[in-house]
């Protein structure tokens, strides 16, 4: 159940939202910054080396000033492929369908990680979700597939925009893998205890990214502008980003923090329009609004079920 002003106190309420709200917007502007360098000045590959390998490193640097608890053994191998198989696949997919696709496009399709889960959870935990759930995930699917159909005939960039989507979308499915496998372990650990070592599993295939990045153009380049935008996704949606949203869950609830997630896109469409990358578009505009009610209609639905169970198991 989410917090509220009354039980937390408004000064932990605003906090809680500060803080989610700073870390959407990283996110959102991760989208072009990272368009941006690529191809221009770095490959996918460079980026997504970057960011699993710099990120393992930052948090292995901040677990030297901070205690971090033992990780149980029955842990280790959902750890291992929540690092190894959910964020290295995640991220390398989410840089690489940037390089073919439409950074708006691809934003939008990034709010259907929920959508995954709930199948996920259907189909490996035999859960059975409610018929408002099932109808909240094919009019978000629906959105999706707006997206993905009509993003091709835009005049906008991106080589195979297709492509990029189709690519987007499998990145979404490796994310909703990572947030199922790591359920239980990021609700026993500490944020840092446990993402050093999702990170160190990420990096270790993300090592095979490294080789060629000294011939990058932004090794030889004559300006800090891509300096700066890749200390920016380094530093803001790796790293700081996944501190912010510890806090946030404990100020403000699970729930009102994962309604931050819609906000992505348009956080997204703001910053692409604002760099002049991007023309926002209606079909966009339409396929947001779709997958966002979509996403409602089935959080709503996934409430009632639970509060109900809840009931149910208070009355036995």
Known sequence: MAATPGKGGVGNF???????????????INVPATKVLIPEWMTADGVSAV????GCILF???SIFFKCEPIQKGDWLKIILGGAVGLFL??????????????????IIMTLPPMFVVLMEVIFMHQRPSLAEYLGLVISFAGAVIVIVTGASHTQSGSNILLGNAIAVLST???AFYLVILEKPTHTYRPLSLLRWVFLFAAIPGLCLVPGMQDMPIVHAETARPWIWIGFILFCPTFIAYFLVQPAIKKIGSELVSLYQYLLPVCAA????????EELHWTQCAAMVVIVIGMAVTNLGKRKRVKKAHEAAKAA
Do not use: E
């Open 14 to 28: 605003l906090l809680g939202n500060g803080c989610i709200l700073l870390a959407t917007i990283f996110w959102g």
């Open 51 to 54: 960011r699993l390998v710099g």
């Open 60 to 62: 292995w640097l901040a």
């Open 90 to 107: 995640f991220i390398f997919l989410f840089v690489t369908s940037l390089k073919y696709g439409n950074a708006i496009d691809i934003s």
């Open 173 to 175: 499915i490796c994310y």
């Open 270 to 277: 703001i910053a692409c329009v604002a760099i002049g990358i």
